[in-house]
């Protein structure tokens, strides 16, 4: 584990809209995030890229404040996560992994509850919720429990949650792992447009043409270490990310040799 003295500065004001610094965190011997250091600048739209088990989720959960690092810290707008909980909690939105929600209720009441958890004004939620499941399209879920949604319900509900309070950064883990073309497109432009409107939008994700497509800046994440980090065109280069990041993990080729009983 790192010494708390050799982490890096403190992020400079006006800040990113969020930076950590240093985070660390071992399962037992399995060292999930060696050290991470991050800066997302406000108005960015980043793609945190990695294999399964790289441990984008464990740094996404560090990040938010849904799981204590060994060490390290982490700021969202400015304020310390885990030394000012509340004030920076109130400032994003966040999609965790395996979308640990609420799920006995059903999606207006999810909502709702959400809403008055943040201490909005019961008209407001009503409003914005309607409007929310309308565009996700859940409205004809009606009173089905989130727990009996499908893995994609699941996650549209998840981001509608996210989404409720306006936040000026949203930290969402896979957004569009499990859901339909349709929906990921939708989720795509509702994401999109909320960063040309001067939000931030960080996600993980595996699926390279997505982060192509949409993100301005990428982090490339392998067995707990940034390997790659900037803006998406100096990242790649010249080359396609793809091929950035076969390289940077180190990918295997088949060889025709395996499963040769199969
Ligand atoms: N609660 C836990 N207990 C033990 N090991 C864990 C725990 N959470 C994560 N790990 C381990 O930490 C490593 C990183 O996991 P993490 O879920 O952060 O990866 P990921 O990049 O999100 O993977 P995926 O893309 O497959 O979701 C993995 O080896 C995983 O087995």
Not at 234 to 250: C, I, P, Y
Request: glycine fraction near 12%; charge should be negative; proline fraction near 5%.
């Amino acid at each position: 584990m790192p010494d708390e003295t050799e982490l890096h500065d403190e992020p400079s004001a006006p800040g990113p809209a969020l930076a950590v610094r240093g985070l660390y965190k071992a399962f037992d011997a399995k060292v999930a995030v060696a050290g991470v250091d991050l800066t997302v600048p406000a108005g960015s739209f980043f793609g945190l890229l990695g294999p399964n088990g790289a441990g984008k989720t464990t740094t996404l959960s560090m990040a938010v404040g849904l799981l204590r690092p060994d060490a390290g810290r982490a700021w969202v707008l400015g304020h310390d996560v885990w030394a000012d909980p509340v004030l920076a909690k109130a400032q994003f939105g966040a999609l965790p992994d395996g979308v640990r929600l609420f799920d006995r209720l059903s999606g207006p009441e999810l909502l709702a509850y959400t809403g008055l958890l943040r201490g909005m004004d019961p008209a407001v939620v009503d409003q914005r919720a309607a409007e929310l499941l309308d565009v996700l399209t859940l409205t004809e879920a009606g009173r089905t429990l989130v727990v009996d949604y499908s893995a994609g319900m699941k996650k549209k509900i998840g981001l509608a949650c996210a989404l409720l309070h306006a936040p000026r950064l949203l930290v969402l883990d896979e957004p569009f792992e499990a859901v339909d073309p349709v929906s990921g497109a939708l989720i795509r432009d509702i994401l999109s447009r909320y960063v040309a409107g001067g939000g931030t939008v960080v996600f993980s994700s595996h699926v390279m043409e997505v982060v192509e497509r949409l993100c301005s800046h990428v982090a490339i994440l392998d067995a707990g270490t940034i390997k790659a980090v900037g803006a998406v065109d100096e990242v790649r280069a010249g080359r396609r990310l793809e091929e950035v990041f076969v390289e940077a993990v180190g990918g295997r080729t088949a060889t025709g040799d395996e499963l040769a009983w199969l």
